[in-house]
């Protein structure tokens, strides 16, 4: 069931994942971001500007571990999933338990809350739409005018952050 959720989730998140964030979705190529991060590095050291420019990378340490699932849940409702669609992935995502063996008997048995599990087909997706909550923070902020990004060239679009799966990049205007 996994795969099949997986196969058709692929095929949608071009249209709901933001620009920003090119990995695991067709016709993107994690190799565009990194070239735009270096070229927005070179802008912020060759701009001669009065203002100071920062970029910053943030590394996602042990990021699946950590996804809660009913946040999960939340931003694929907000991102416009359908609630029966949303259950079901969250039936694949939480149906997972541990048992431990001790002196070579199976004792107990822990039902987790949280944690997209490392190799699983659905994990890498449902971490992106995680990633884009993230995403929609940022933008908020630069509506709000409280955040500039960085531009590389005179006409050249405002870059604020690269995304990279569990790693990011964000450019800002110092202040």
Same mark, same amino acid.
């Given at each position: 069931?996994a795969?099949?959720?997986a196969?058709?989730?692929?095929m949608?998140?071009?249209?709901?994942?933001?620009?920003?964030?090119s990995?695991?979705?067709?016709?993107?190529?994690?190799?565009?971001?990194? $070239?735009?991060?270096?070229?927005?590095?070179h802008?912020i050291?060759?701009?001669?500007?009065?203002?100071?420019?920062? $970029?910053?990378?943030?590394?996602m340490f042990? $990021?699946y571990?950590?996804?809660?699932?009913?946040?999960?849940?939340q931003?694929?409702?907000?991102?416009?999933?359908?609630?029966?669609?949303?259950?079901?992935?969250?039936?694949?995502?939480?149906?997972?338990?541990?048992?431990?063996l001790?002196?070579?008997?199976?004792?107990?048995?822990v039902?987790?809350?949280?944690?997209?599990?490392?190799?699983?087909?659905? %994990?890498?997706?449902l971490?992106?739409?995680?990633?884009?909550?993230? %995403?929609s923070?940022?933008?908020?902020?630069?509506?709000?005018?409280?955040?500039?990004?960085?531009?590389?060239?005179?006409?050249?679009?405002?870059?604020?952050?690269?995304?990279?799966?569990?790693?990011?990049?964000?450019?800002a205007? $110092?202040?």
């Amino acid at each position: 069931m996994a795969k099949t959720l997986a196969n058709r989730l692929r095929m949608v998140l071009g249209d709901v994942i933001s620009e920003d964030q090119s990995a695991f979705v067709a016709g993107r190529l994690i190799s565009d971001n990194a $070239a735009f991060g270096f070229e927005c590095l070179h802008a912020i050291q060759t701009l001669k500007r009065k203002k100071g420019f920062l $970029a910053l990378k943030l590394d996602m340490f042990k $990021a699946y571990d950590r996804v809660e699932w009913g946040f999960l849940s939340q931003i694929m409702l907000k991102l416009g999933f359908l609630s029966r669609w949303v259950n079901r992935i969250m039936s694949c995502v939480s149906s997972v338990s541990f048992s431990f063996l001790v002196n070579g008997e199976v004792c107990g048995m822990v039902k987790p809350s949280r944690r997209l599990r490392q190799g699983d087909l659905l %994990s890498p997706y449902l971490f992106l739409l995680c990633v884009e909550g993230l %995403s929609s923070l940022v933008h908020r902020t630069v509506s709000c005018g409280e955040l500039t990004g960085v531009r590389c060239g005179q006409t050249g679009p405002f870059i604020l952050y690269l995304f990279f799966v569990d790693d990011s990049l964000l450019f800002a205007c $110092a202040k």
